[in-house]
């Protein structure tokens, strides 16, 4: 079976620009989380969707949005990009919403911000 | 919020020798504690976990202990080989008012498996 499956696996954008990120979850997981890992450091929570509807945020700024497909994939989309956006984002997929029990991670999308 | 906090930073052992890995976190309300493996270019790996009602777990070479008390949790490597040097993880996951879930990551450990 395939794992988490995340595109691009690389991208280069301009401050200012807007990005999406795009990732498709283990066949039956309904849950899909995001994370951001900056060089050095623990991933951070984005947000949850299950069941298209969201399910948790966290301490990212608005330019940050996302969204959830009736066929469970999930879309990360973020606006007005700065320097410091620049970072792996990883997609974890897991088949419940009020545990992480479960989880598996993508290998993420590394973005850089120039 | 929560807050994981991990040490050592980079830990250094000889291969066939022990490597323990600290965690403590915040927030009571964590139930769920992973352990993430993360080589190059690759996203987490879950190599163990342990939930907030077990005190020990293990699997082979590999040992959680959990001390929901001192809300402290550790990673024990046994027997350690080459192939376990990469950056490990330890995290905490809570429920969100939202119906969701979160981790928090501690700040990871680069793990060297000398010859």
């Known amino acids: 079976d395939a794992g988490v499956t995340q595109s691009p696996t690389h991208l280069i954008k301009t401050r200012g620009q807007h990005v999406t990120l795009r990732c498709s979850p283990i066949?039956?997981?309904?849950?899909v989380s995001w994370y951001q890992q900056v060089l050095g450091q623990g991933p951070q929570f984005i947000f949850q969707y299950y069941e298209k509807e969201e399910r948790g945020r966290g301490n990212f700024p608005d330019r940050f949005s996302a969204r959830q497909f009736p066929n469970y994939s999930s879309e990360l989309n973020v606006n007005a990009l700065l320097l410091g956006d620049s970072a792996l984002y990883l997609c974890?997929?897991?088949?419940?919403?009020?545990?992480?029990?479960?989880?598996?991670f993508g290998s993420g999308t590394r973005l850089t911000v120039v | 919020g929560e807050n994981v906090e991990q040490h050592p930073s980079t830990l250094s052992v000889q291969e066939g020798d022990s490597a323990v890995i600290k965690c403590t976190y915040s927030d009571s309300a964590s139930n769920y504690f992973p352990w993430y493996k993360q080589e190059l270019g690759k996203g987490p790996q879950l190599i163990i976990d342990i939930r907030s009602n077990v005190g020990e777990k293990k699997d082979q070479r590999i040992a959680v202990t959990l001390n929901k008390t001192a809300k402290h949790f550790s990673l024990h490597i046994t027997e350690t080989q080459p192939e376990d040097s990469a950056v490990y993880f330890c995290?905490?996951?809570?429920?969100?008012?939202?119906?969701?879930?979160?981790?928090?990551f501690g700040t990871g450990t680069q793990l060297k498996v000398e010859l």
């Open positions: 066949s039956g997981h309904k849950s």
């Open positions: 995290a905490a996951s809570k429920e969100l008012t939202g119906g969701g879930n979160k981790l928090t």
């Open positions: 974890a997929s897991s088949s419940l919403v009020g545990s992480s029990y479960g989880y598996t």
